[in-house]
């Protein structure tokens, strides 16, 4: 088969285990990672990984299947980072959905889906380590059973709901706040990308969180 993995930033944190899934399938498989959509030449299988870029449909048609993995039970929770909102909703697991790209946002037919359970003592690195996994996952099954699969439409009688997309100012936090309320916030917030902060006394502060011990 020929892959082609589209993931638009060479900054993203799945990056290595991108290139750590091409490894290991390179010698059953001719696989690239691409960073713009112009790069697609066509094959056999797209997937779209954290990718910013507006996929068409004229796009989508150079390959038989072109697939995005999105962490929520669709057609609930469409939209952007949708294992975030869901985490601070009080959630400690989410679905991981492996489905077909389609113009409409997050409304293609369903391949497979995973569920993937975070403790409530993880940080952001590993969540995201929990996500990457599941999102390897449902590569290797879409591989493992190419030719075999029968997607199917999402359930219709459910109202989709949308999540809006985050912004710097969501990982603002309130210094009235107790330490164990701000947590969750708190752990959710990438250091490196969307730092959490707080202002007080004119100024903006930084935070951020490590473990440890795993006493």
């Given amino acids: ?5 589209l993931c638009s930033s060479e900054d993203h944190p ?4 991108l290139e750590a899934w091409v490894a290991r399938w390179q010698g ?10 112009s790069q697609a030449a066509g094959g056999d299988l797209l997937f779209l990984i954290s990718c910013s870029e507006l ?9 038989q299947a072109a697939l995005v993995i999105h962490a929520s039970n669709l057609p609930q929770g469409r939209g952007w980072s949708p294992h975030i909102w869901q985490l601070l909703e009080g959630r400690t697991e989410f679905t991981v ?4 790209a389609e113009d409409a946002v997050d409304s293609g037919d369903i391949w497979h889906q995973l569920t993937c359970k975070i403790p409530e003592h993880a940080l952001w690195d590993e969540i995201n380590q929990n996500l990457f996994d599941a999102e390897l996952a449902l590569m290797d099954y879409a591989v493992q059973n190419w030719g075999a699969l029968q997607p199917r439409p999402q359930d219709s009688s459910i109202d989709p709901s949308y999540y809006p997309k985050r912004s710097p100012a969501d990982s603002e936090l309130d210094p009235a706040a107790s330490l164990q309320e701000l947590f ?3 752990r959710l917030a990438d250091p490196n990308r969307f730092p959490a902060f707080f ?3 004119g100024h903006s502060y930084k935070l951020t969180v490590e473990k440890i011990s795993d006493d």
């Fill in 184 to 186: 969750n916030s708190l």
């Fill in 1 to 5: 088969m020929k892959i082609t993995i």
């Fill in 14 to 17: 799945i990056n290595g285990d």
């Fill in 55 to 63: 996929v068409t449909k004229a796009d989508r048609d150079r390959y």
């Fill in 28 to 37: 059953q498989h001719d696989i690239e990672i691409i960073r713009r959509v």
């Fill in 199 to 201: 202002k007080l006394h």
């Fill in 97 to 100: 959905t492996l489905l077909e």
